[in-house]
């Protein structure tokens, strides 16, 4: 079939060419001209240069031309870009296309999910939602990964795996793409947790902890949102936030890191110089925290720490010194 990928950043390179290597008629949208060229000359992005696109891959900052005859379309653009970028789509796609989000985050100022977002801009359109452990260097480079298609109709959910298994490649599907959107967002904000544990030399235990609470805070966040409890133990909630605490191709566990080590959000901004997806979904979390009245310390901490002002070592005292609890408080009884 014909498929967009909009977004010229590391993730959508890698899926273009996945999809590419899967027989798809491949066209990907960059939105700066400088980049766009250069892919189209070198065949290269700057966000993955080890890289090379294949010369058949259409390049494009012309969003009709990337639009047209598309049976699907995947928007892996930064979280932020997705509802300009949906707004920018709307008359120009095909009415039975699929539109695919391959963004992790949380509208801070809706609190709303990426393919509702997409909806919002795109009234009546099909959607879904990609996630799960995938960092687009691996992926790129045919290393076995697995990810979950999730979508309200299971019809769309199969297109979309359909599209994109491979021998490399494999694919759930899910009819839950709240659980599957907030578990994939979510865990960026303890991947920060985690780095800045990494940052401050506090050792495994200290990590293990983070990422175990930190699962507790995103089920109950999602399941008082509506989502299904279950999608948390599998590949967008545990799986995605093993992966995101642990590797170094997280810029999330990269900018904690830095920001463990004494350095401030804008300095830690300035040297990962990507993207941090974690920063803008604290705020979200932190808000949908207060308004489904959702018991979250370690995301309440990372707001602080990123927003106020606190000390990181203050935010540890925090939470270590909290009012003594039972496990089975966090009501997370598939684990």
Not at 99 to 126: F, Q
Not at 137 to 147: D, M, N, Q, R
Not at 166 to 182: C, I, K, N
Not at 307 to 323: E, H, I, Q, W
Request: hydrophobic share 45%; proline share 3%; glycine share 8%.
């Amino acid at each position: 079939m014909r498929i967009s990928v909009i977004g010229l950043g590391s993730w959508g390179v890698a899926l273009a060419g996945l999809l590419y290597d899967n027989g798809h008629e491949v066209a990907i949208w960059g939105r700066s001209p400088e980049k766009v060229v250069e892919a189209r000359t070198k065949r290269r992005c700057s966000y993955l240069p080890d890289y090379e696109l294949n010369k058949n891959i259409m390049v494009t900052d012309q969003l009709n031309e990337a639009a047209k005859r598309a049976e699907m379309i995947v928007i892996s653009t930064a979280s932020a870009g997705v509802r300009s970028t949906s707004r920018g789509l709307a008359d120009l796609i095909n009415k039975n296309a699929v539109v695919v989000s391959a963004a992790k985050g949380i509208d801070p100022n809706t609190l709303e999910t990426m393919t509702t977002v997409i909806e919002s801009e795109i009234p009546g359109v099909m959607t879904a939602a990609l996630s799960g452990p995938s960092h687009a260097e691996e992926v790129a480079a045919g290393l076995p990964a697995t990810c979950v298609a999730a979508s309200r109709a299971a019809d769309a959910a199969k297109f979309v795996q359909d599209a994109f298994m491979s021998e490399r490649f494999r694919v759930y599907t899910s009819e839950d793409p709240l659980g599957v959107e907030l578990g994939g967002a979510l865990k960026n904000v303890i991947a920060l947790a985690a780095g800045i544990s990494d940052g401050m030399a506090f050792g495994d235990n200290a990590k293990a902890a983070l990422m175990t609470r930190g699962i507790a805070e995103i089920a109950r966040l999602g399941s008082a949102m509506g989502a299904d409890l279950l999608t948390f133990s599998g590949l967008s909630g545990i799986g995605d936030l093993i992966v995101t605490c642990e590797s170094m191709h997280s810029r999330n566990r990269r900018a904690g890191i830095l920001i463990g080590r004494g350095k401030t959000l804008e300095e830690t901004l300035q040297e990962v110089r990507t993207v941090v997806e974690g920063v803008n979904t604290a705020k979200a979390a932190y808000a949908l925290a207060d308004m489904y009245n959702v018991d979250m310390p370690i995301t309440h901490e990372i707001y602080n720490t990123l927003f106020t002002g606190k000390s990181p070592s203050d935010a540890v005292s925090d939470l270590m010194g909290r009012n003594r609890k039972s496990e089975r408080n966090w009501r997370l009884n598939i684990l």
